[in-house]
């Protein structure tokens, strides 16, 4: 499983860090994709990490802003948000699957069924 924490509300131009914290897997085979849904609107794939290659990739509306990173003795990856904006506000979702079978890119991992979903945490950043 994937548990996400870390979310919270904060001003504009303010950072926080989300944390997704796995179990039960083999966490270096694993890519870990970062999630968002903005209410009314699709889910969007923010950022990708994959240990096996050293993959980071990040959505253009994010990138500059948002740094993926991983703590393996931890089985943890982070998000960490700076410089939030009201459009960034949304629930954040962590999902993992296996690395060998996901292509660490924003556009196909959007379409990219995933093996573990966490339940989300909100963002909410205001203006």
């Known amino acids: 499983q994937v548990v996400e924490s870390g979310g919270g509300l904060v001003q504009a131009g303010g950072s926080l860090r989300l944390s997704c914290a796995a179990s039960g897997f083999t966490f270096d085979d694993y890519a870990i994709g970062w999630f968002r849904r903005a209410p009314g609107k699709e889910r969007e794939a923010v950022s990708c990490?994959?240990?096996?290659?050293?993959?980071?990739v990040y959505a253009d509306s994010v990138k500059g802003r948002f740094t993926i990173s991983s703590d393996n003795a931890k089985k943890t990856v982070y998000l960490q948000m700076n410089s939030l904006k009201p459009e960034d506000t949304a629930v954040y979702y962590c999902?993992?699957?296996?690395?060998?079978?996901?292509?660490?890119?924003?556009?196909?991992?959007?379409?990219?069924?995933?093996?573990?979903w966490g339940e989300g945490t909100q963002v909410t950043v205001s203006p």
């Open positions: 999902a993992a699957r296996p690395a060998r079978t996901t292509r660490c890119e924003v556009t196909v991992l959007e379409k990219t069924p995933m093996e573990y």
């Open positions: 990490y994959k240990d096996t290659d050293g993959s980071t």
